[in-house]
């Protein structure tokens, strides 16, 4: 067990944190001797193919990518404490007002193989990639044209042998400065009493906001009040949840 330093890239606005600590390198040994320990020659031949496509595809060794990885990781959904997000309620339902949502991910690396990854198919799409500065750590990003109620970019930044990945330049610069100033929500009221007592050092934390749900219960409450059908509220929890499905997606595609 050891302090997880991808804590400190943790705004004070986060709202539900998984961090964690695992040896991906001998997870992917694991994986890759299991299956070719226990599978068929024809499921071996398939697997190796797929993971040769899947390498031309991102010109980079998939064995080196996971060696490249660190031990440690972070995924963190946010609620902004400055910022709120109109969410429209079909068949002319009161619009839903709530903490505007992002998403935010902290990597362990050992070299910018990762980074040099996201760098490069980023530069295939042809669209433009701004930079902001943030102390020394430079943040970069590229919209996301999504049809959703808020302006979301992919960027990302490497901060020592950190890599952050979020949605947008305001969540990864905060991070950012969470880490640098050590004001994150490792040093908020909520985070310190929820872990009163609780060692530090450890393999891994979990943890959700009293804001959180709070605001899961207020879309709960605006959901099921709304006019029209009882399909109503099922069609709104749909449009919610394909909005956040579409952003883990991302975060898929960019790793």
Not at 173 to 197: I, N, R, Y
Request: glycine fraction near 8%; proline fraction near 6%.
């Amino acid at each position: 067990p050891h302090k997880l330093g991808c804590l400190d890239y943790l705004p004070a606005d986060a709202a539900i944190v998984c961090a964690g600590d695992a040896d991906v390198t001998a997870l992917w040994k694991m994986a890759r001797d299991g299956i070719r320990e226990t599978g068929s020659y024809k499921l071996n031949s398939q697997v190796d193919q797929g993971l040769a496509l899947v390498e031309t595809t991102i010109g980079v060794s998939l064995d080196s990518l996971i060696a490249s990885l660190g031990n440690e990781a972070a995924f963190a959904v946010t609620l902004a404490n400055d910022a709120q997000v109109t969410i429209p309620i079909p068949d002319g339902g009161m619009p839903l007002v709530i903490p505007e949502p992002n998403l935010l991910m902290i990597v362990q690396t050992k070299d910018d193989t990762l980074y040099k990854l996201i760098e490069a198919q980023l530069a295939k799409t042809g669209m433009p990639i701004g930079t902001v500065a943030v102390g020394d750590v430079q943040v970069r990003s590229m919209p996301i044209p999504l049809p959703l109620p808020i302006s979301l970019q992919f960027a990302y930044a490497k901060d020592g042998k950190y890599l952050v990945i979020g949605l947008s330049t305001k969540i990864v610069s905060a991070a950012v400065t969470a880490a640098k100033q050590k004001q994150g929500l490792l040093a908020s009221v909520e985070f310190k009493k929820a872990f009163t007592g609780l060692p530090m050092e450890n393999n891994g934390i979990s943890f959700m906001s009293p804001r959180f749900a709070r605001t899961m219960r207020t879309i709960q409450t605006r959901v099921f009040e709304s006019p029209g059908n009882s399909a109503e509220p099922q069609k709104v929890m749909r449009m919610l949840l394909g909005a956040f499905s579409s952003a883990l997606l991302l975060y898929g595609l960019s790793l």
